[in-house]
């Protein structure tokens, strides 16, 4: 299960145990269940991640059609996924003070 941690006391947010979600502008929100804060994704983070996720599905349907040969398609699939694992991991979340 995907753990994400609250920019504002810390808290390990369980994505099952949040104490609220919703969307703003598309932007997926995070409410905090120990200090009520809400949060989202850094941007910046959000478009490499989404790239490394694009990566991930190029490589894929490289690999499945073997093109460039059987090594090629795999490689960029995992070299995707570890951007946008690295990613959602590294950067912090960002709290969300436009209400
Ligand atoms: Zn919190």
Known sequence: MKMLQ???CGHKVNLK???ATKKV???FMLQ???CQQWSHENRNAAVVK???LMLMITGSVMGY???GGIITGPLIALIGSLIAVA???AVPRVVYTGI
């Open 6 to 8: 609250c920019p504002a």
């Open 17 to 19: 145990q949040a104490g």
């Open 25 to 27: 502008n598309g932007i």
């Open 32 to 34: 905090c269940a120990n």
């Open 50 to 52: 989404n790239l490394g």
């Open 65 to 67: 059609f073997q093109l």
């Open 87 to 89: 990613t959602l991991f």
